[in-house]
């Protein structure tokens, strides 16, 4: 027999239904620093492109990269390669089976994000 009340509930578990966990939003933060990655590696591109084509492009894009807003986006990237490559290595550890009850899995994720503002930190003040 049909459910009448079908119209009525959620066809799937929805935000509403559960509360995002630490684990999920650490994956999330993971594909979103993977595609910010990538709009970084463009600016450098086009930084390396206009000190090949002549001196009036590369000084327009040394102006951007060199900028408050150039000096961001840069800090932001340095960030989001360790917090990615950290988060790989997360991965890697879960592939091979191990730490996957929901203390380590909280453990991990920590982990990463404390470890990608320090490395981030160490990286800033070193080098």
Known sequence: MA?????????SPHLQVYRPQLNSITSILTRITGN???VAMLLIVWWLLA??????AFATADAVLTSWFGDLV???S??????????????????QGHFMDIESTDMLSWAVIGGSVLLTIVTVLFI
Do not use: I, K, M
């Open 78 to 95: 340095l960030w989001a390669l360790w917090y990615h490559s950290l988060a790989g290595l997360r991965h890697l550890v879960w592939d």
């Open 36 to 38: 910010a990655l990538l």
């Open 51 to 56: 000190a090949a084509t002549g001196p009036e």
């Open 3 to 11: 459910d009448v009340n079908r119209g009525n509930r959620p066809l």
């Open 74 to 76: 840069l800090f932001l």
